[in-house]
């Protein structure tokens, strides 16, 4: 079944059976390949297609708007790209492939609207690996909409004064026993899609003294909360046609199940944090680990543009009676850039797949997949500017917009310092500060 034949009725039958399917595959033993099965190439193929044919020629116009590409977002739904049964079926291969093969061939096509298009699957990953099955089967749906009437979904966890230091959350929750709700208080910042959204996936602290262990995640629909609203949009450096703003929880109620997992499974694991027992990993970061490699995926797709068009263009330019690749010190700048690029997808294709089958992450595999891709396409993306010379540096040339665009792999979804503190952390065993 495509996309385009889901009614909004049948879309969370589509739901639960995709959830099943990515259960019943995630209980199989699936050993490591680079070998892409032909599904996947067929996969990569399609995405790369919608990439070259749809994204590339409207990536620099939407960069300049500086607008989310609502066009760009429908014409993806329209082929199942964008939807639920998209993102379930890449994410139900047993590999843990799908993902990052269908990311890098988004961001290859551009990165401003490949946020556009996956900056929900932030919100999804939230809900998909902390909701119970019905709160899944309910909320991922309403993150895409449907094809008629597309919506995005944000996931709110940075603030202000909370950005690395997640423990820092003042954002409240608080239950109100007369009403049976959740009254939330605060301010988020940096929210892709944010206010833009129907879902937000809110992080929130419950009880305060018990740091990042009093965090929970809550699903707050703008269509039907009031008290939440959009604020400041944010005018970026990079990843223009993607949407980031703040957003304001001023006494926002929220029905009591809207809390992700249960009320009564966040009591018994506050309860237990109380008694200094050990819990899962807090809200924000559980998202974030599920995520790395995807957005490893991300950075990749940026820097393969980027040498690509090096690569030809180096082949073409001539200067001194030459094309300037036959010199060494572009020939082996670009072969470099190859090397690296390759190493990199190496490094993410281990982390999805360790944790698509559930393989621990021993030293940190995930942050070391996030942090290699994210260094190695702004390096790429620079090199790229000076290989073409001064038209690298303009905006006739997609090659200054990819290195604008790169920049943000090093900060988002964890620094690169954080990422290293994470790597560190986990090698030595030592709380590394
Ligand atoms: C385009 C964009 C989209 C975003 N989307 C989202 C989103 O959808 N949802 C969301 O919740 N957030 C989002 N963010 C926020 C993003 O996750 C944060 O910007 C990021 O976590 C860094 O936080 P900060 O900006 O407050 O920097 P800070 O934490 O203030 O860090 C500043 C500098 O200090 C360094 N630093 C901090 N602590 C340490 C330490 N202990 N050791 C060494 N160095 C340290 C950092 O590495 C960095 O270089 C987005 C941000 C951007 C720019």
Not at 99 to 127: H, K, Q, R, Y
Not at 175 to 204: M, R, S
Not at 252 to 259: G, K, L, M, T
């Amino acid at each position: 079944m495509s996309a385009t034949d889901v009614t909004a009725a049948e879309t969370t039958e589509a739901a639960e059976a995709a959830v099943e399917a990515i259960t019943n595959a995630a209980s199989k033993d699936v050993t490591f390949s680079m070998a892409l099965t032909q599904d996947q190439k067929d996969i990569r193929d399609w995405v790369h297609g919608f990439a070259a044919d749809v994204m590339r020629p409207a990536a620099h116009e939407w960069d300049e708007k500086e607008k989310t590409p609502w066009p760009i977002i429908q014409e993806a739904a329209k082929i199942g790209l964008y939807g639920f049964e998209g993102i379930a079926q890449f994410f139900a291969d047993p590999t843990g492939l799908g993902l990052p093969i269908v990311n890098e061939e988004l961001f290859w096509g551009d990165a401003g609207m490949g946020m556009a298009i996956m900056g929900t699957s932030l919100a999804v990953a939230a809900i998909f690996g902390q909701g119970s099955g019905e709160q899944i089967g309910e909320w991922i749906p309403r993150c895409f909409g449907t094809v008629d009437d597309v919506k995005v979904a944000a996931f709110c966890s940075s603030e202000p004064n909370a950005g690395s230091d997640v423990s820092a959350i003042r954002t409240t929750a608080k239950f109100d026993e007369a009403t049976k709700e959740w009254v939330l208080n605060g301010q988020k910042a940096w929210a892709t899609n944010g206010g833009i959204a129907d879902v937000h996936v809110v992080i929130a602290t419950v009880d305060r003294e018990l740091n990042s262990r009093g965090h929970a995640a809550f699903v707050v629909p703008m269509s039907e909360a009031k008290g939440i609203s959009e604020g400041a949009k944010v005018s970026k450096h990079g990843l223009r046609a993607s949407h980031t703003a703040d957003v304001y929880l001023d006494d926002c109620r929220i029905p009591e199940n809207y809390v992700l997992g249960g009320k009564e499974k966040l009591d018994e694991r506050l309860a237990r944090a109380k008694e200094g027992k050990k819990n899962k990993s807090n809200a924000s970061m559980a998202t974030f680990e599920a995520s790395r490699p995807t957005v490893g995926a991300q950075a990749l797709g940026i820097a393969r543009a980027a040498y690509e068009y090096a690569l030809d263009y180096a082949k073409e330019r001539e200067q001194f009676g030459k094309k300037i690749i036959e010199n060494q010190s572009i020939a082996f700048t670009l072969a470099r850039m190859k090397m690296e690029i390759d190493a990199a997808r190496l490094l993410v294709w281990r982390a999805s797949w360790m944790g698509r089958n559930q393989v621990p992450f021993e030293n940190a595999e995930g942050s070391m997949s996030k942090l290699k891709s994210g260094e190695v396409a702004v390096w790429v993306t620079e090199r790229a500017i000076q290989i073409l010379g001064g038209n690298g540096y303009t905006r006739e040339f997609p090659v200054e917009r990819w290195h604008r665009d790169a920049k943000i792999y090093d900060i988002f979804e964890g620094t690169a310092e954080i990422q290293q503190l994470v790597i560190s952390r986990a090698i030595s065993g030592m709380h590394i500060k």
